[in-house]
């Protein structure tokens, strides 16, 4: 059995102790009498990824933290996103913004490093995009609330496509193309592209943030922008740039992500802006270095409506009264950061890695509490993507 971390040296005597806690914790679920459990919640998974041989233990806030950071736990983190994206492909059939969409969208600029991609991840995204490009009717949530469907599943292919093809061909593929011109007959009236279903915070937000990874998508595609000469389609990307111009920010986060577009559509996002929203972001960052994701939002305003599910997990977790920092905001900081131009010696950086690298756990991972549903923790994955993201953009990964 592979476990998460491998076989490094520092690493691998206590991943073994951390993994045996963990089978007696599922020997115990297993003995819990029927009855019991019919009138109590599912109890959690015993693995957070399984497929075959390869097993990835549960994410857990107890689990240890690395005894030193370093080329072992930065190789452990890469086995453990490899591994959870292999996983998920052969044994589920979606295309995801959990797993494999931060895989595919940001693995594929650390060949150097790692080495190529997983072409079984990227297989499954090609075939997931429709062999021939539709008309797509606007429908409604029961509330009243319209979109078009599979939107988030169709942005977040194109922006895998589209970084694959950019880091690991070069060039533009007609699967890229293809996926990209059927985003565009998702894109709402108002030019954005409107997120629905139920909030997964931080990748199922608001329509901003949805909307970013479509421009993401649409400037990382080799040559697509520059070569459009589809007179309806070119009409769509200038009313999708009108919109990104001035949309309605619902939130800090939306506000502090401006930085990101303006990283990949610079003419779009004014200086005095980007200043704005790097001041705004330098004014989340915690004594310890960090910065919190539920700092950026009031519970409301993350999405268009709330289930009672996810509210009630957000606003009943210990540290809910004074959010403690996380390893996705610290790492998104640092990256938003990066992307404009703060070198990597800036003070507010510093601290922030001094942060990831603290608090990188025994798997390679880096842990952190659920804000969806708190059974699988695939945020501890998204966490993960974005902490190697930010390593990677300030010369940590070697």
């Known amino acids: 059995m592979e476990l998460p971390g491998g076989s490094t040296n520092g690493i691998n005597a206590q991943m073994l102790a951390y993994v045996s806690r963990m089978k007696l914790a599922s020997l115990i679920l297993l003995a819990a009498p029927a009855a019991f459990a019919a009138d109590t919640p599912k109890p959690k998974p015993a693995f957070q990824y399984e497929s075959g041989d390869i097993r990835v233990s549960l994410p857990s806030a107890n689990e240890p933290r690395v005894a030193e950071f370093g080329q072992a736990s930065i190789k452990a983190a890469a086995k453990y996103l490899e591994d959870g994206a292999i996983c998920w492909v052969r044994e589920k059939t979606c295309v995801n913004c959990h797993t494999t969409g931060p895989y595919l969208s940001e693995r594929t600029a650390w060949i150097t490093q790692f080495g190529p991609p997983s072409e079984e991840v990227r297989d ?6 429709p062999k021939e490009i539709k008309l797509m009717k606007e429908t409604a949530t029961k509330s009243g609330h319209k979109h078009y469907p599979s939107t988030f599943t169709s942005v977040w292919r194109s922006l895998g496509l589209a970084e694959w093809d950019k880091h690991v061909t070069g060039k533009l593929s007609e699967h890229t193309d293809r996926s990209l011109r059927d985003m565009f007959e998702r894109q709402s009236a108002n030019g954005a592209f409107v997120s629905h279903g139920e909030v997964e915070v931080p990748h199922i937000t608001t329509d901003f943030e949805l909307s970013l990874q479509a421009a993401r998508a649409i400037t990382a595609a080799p040559g697509w922008l520059t070569g459009l000469q589809d007179e309806i389609l070119l009409g769509k990307v200038e009313k999708f740039k009108t919109w990104l111009k001035q949309p309605e920010l619902k939130n800090d986060f939306d506000r502090v992500l401006r930085l990101q577009l303006a990283h990949y559509l610079p003419e779009l996002v004014p200086q005095a802006e980007r200043d704005a929203a790097l001041t705004l972001l330098s004014s989340k960052q915690h004594a310890d270095g960090g910065w919190s994701t539920r700092d950026m939002s009031t519970l409301n305003d993350w999405h268009f409506e709330m289930s009672d599910f996810v ?28 992307q404009n131009n ?5 003070e507010r950086i510093q601290r922030g890695l001094a942060w990831l690298k603290r608090e990188q756990r025994v798997s390679g991972r880096w842990w952190m509490e659920s804000l969806y549903r708190g059974n699988y923790y695939y945020i501890t994955y998204i966490a993960t993507t974005e902490a190697m993201k930010a390593l990677a953009l300030c010369g940590e990964l070697k």
């Open 311 to 338: 509210t009630n997990l957000i606003t009943n977790l210990p540290d809910a009264a004074k959010p403690e920092s996380d390893a996705y905001m610290t790492a998104l900081a640092i990256v938003l950061m990066r």
């Open 342 to 346: 703060v070198p990597a010696t800036d």
């Open 124 to 129: 499954q995204f090609i075939e997931a995009v």
